[in-house]
């Protein structure tokens, strides 16, 4: 394999192209187990841009940096972006979700190319929102996911709502969202979430002989395979994106949310009030 042509535009991605047609985008930020900030929101989605508009471009791997995948949000950056006085989406919990994740999530989707998230370690929240987001999912042995949002008095979000439920049905989503459970990698794959699981010492490899096969195979094909797929499953993902970051944005504003947040922050369990 040719050696990767790394682009040094981003501070918090690593995006490199190969030869063989291969994008690579590594969330990086391992000092915090790639917890998305506003920063990595915007670099990981002009990766995904520059990506989607390079011809040469024939599959595209999503992995993180050091140990983690992605611990989810980082909770010490929980402000709503730059705002717009003329927009709504530009408020709160609302304007993070519709502005930082939703585009991101929906590019993904929506994408010519074949996208593979390469689940180097654990990935929790809205990191396990944009692993379930991947048409296919590579996973190490030692990685599992996560729905942590109930641990802090929230609800899923970045599709997690619409994307669990069709890969894994209603009463394991239930039991994901609800429970807030790890779910190994080794159950994840018995469970229809993903769909190879490798010995930590060999996913680099699995996942570039996959992604290789990818990026030689038929790229319009697998194009209009995802607009059929897209077509039957997420007809509506635009709808029930807008819905989590309704229900989300009123999450928030729960005694119960603030009770979740401290709690982490101290590093306590939760007492939780139902308010």
Same mark, same amino acid.
């Given at each position: ?120 370690? !654990?990935?929790? =929240?809205?990191?396990?929102? /944009? ?7 590579? &996973?190490? %042995?030692? #990685?599992? $996911? ?9 609800? !899923?979000?970045? =599709?997690?709502?619409?994307? /669990? ?7 394991? &989503?239930? %039991?994901? #969202?609800? $429970? ?26 699995? &996942?570039? %002989? ?66």
């Amino acid at each position: 394999m040719s050696t990767p042509t790394t682009h040094s535009d981003f501070e918090t991605v690593n995006f490199s192209l190969s030869g063989e047609g291969v994008a690579r985008i590594e969330l990086n930020r391992p000092q915090v187990l790639n917890a998305w900030n506003h920063q990595l929101s915007a670099e990981v989605l002009a990766a995904l841009r520059a990506a989607a508009e390079d011809d040469s471009v024939r599959a595209i791997a999503i992995t993180g940096a050091g140990r983690a995948f992605s611990s989810g949000a980082d909770l010490k950056d929980m402000s709503a972006p730059e705002a717009d006085a003329d927009a709504e989406a530009s408020t709160g919990v609302y304007g993070v979700l519709t502005e930082r994740y939703h585009p991101i999530m929906q590019l993904i989707r929506e994408l010519p190319k074949p996208v593979v998230a390469v689940v180097n370690g !654990p990935a929790v =929240g809205i990191g396990c929102s /944009l692993a379930l987001c991947c048409d296919l999912i590579v &996973a190490a %042995e030692s #990685a599992y $996911l996560l729905l942590a949002f109930v641990n802090i008095g929230l609800v !899923p979000d970045g =599709g997690s709502s619409l994307l /669990l439920p069709s890969r894994a049905g209603f009463a394991r &989503a239930t %039991e994901m #969202a609800m $429970l807030g459970e790890r779910i190994p990698a080794a159950r994840a794959l018995e469970w229809g979430l993903i769909n190879r699981v490798a010995p930590d010492e060999r996913l680099e490899e699995v &996942a570039q %002989e996959l992604l290789g096969r990818l990026a030689a195979g038929p790229t319009r094909a697998y194009a209009g395979i995802k607009r059929q797929l897209n077509s039957w499953v997420y007809g509506r993902m635009a709808e029930q994106l807008d819905l989590e970051a309704r229900i989300q944005e009123e999450m928030a504003g729960s005694a119960d949310f603030v009770e979740g947040v401290t709690a982490f922050l101290q590093k306590r369990p939760a007492s939780f009030s139902g308010r």
